[in-house]
């Protein structure tokens, strides 16, 4: 039996629209949760945080060094994984 979207009539506006549509949608959202293209905007996201982290603290005048160094280091680690999602998404192009 399928979900059928409530009618305004027959239930209360808050119930029907609080309730049902989280219900409903709940296995679509959860696809979305866990897609490639979700993980590669996070992995986006973390890169550019830790690229205004680095730029923070190259601006401290006691700047730890070994702290920038970590930083940098899970950026690139980021920045290859970045590239082979992009390159798993995208297939090549023919020559």
């Known amino acids: 039996m399928c979900a059928q979207p409530p009618r305004r009539g027959r239930i209360p506006?808050?119930?029907?629209?609080?309730?049902?549509?989280?219900?409903?949608?709940?296995?679509?959202?959860?696809?979305?949760?866990?897609?490639?293209?979700?993980?590669?905007?996070?992995?986006?996201?973390?890169?550019?945080?830790?690229?205004?982290?680095?730029?923070?603290?190259?601006?401290?005048?006691?700047?730890?060094d070994l702290a920038v160094r970590r930083l940098k280091k899970r950026r690139l680690v980021l920045r290859d994984l970045i590239v082979q999602l992009e390159t798993r998404l995208e297939p090549p192009e023919p020559a």
Request: glycine share 2%; no cysteine.
């Open 13 to 64: 506006l808050g119930r029907a629209y609080s309730v049902w549509p989280v219900a409903f949608f709940a296995p679509l959202m959860d696809d979305n949760l866990h897609s490639p293209q979700r993980r590669l905007i996070e992995l986006r996201i973390e890169h550019a945080d830790l690229d205004s982290l680095i730029d923070a603290m190259a601006l401290q005048s006691p700047a730890d």
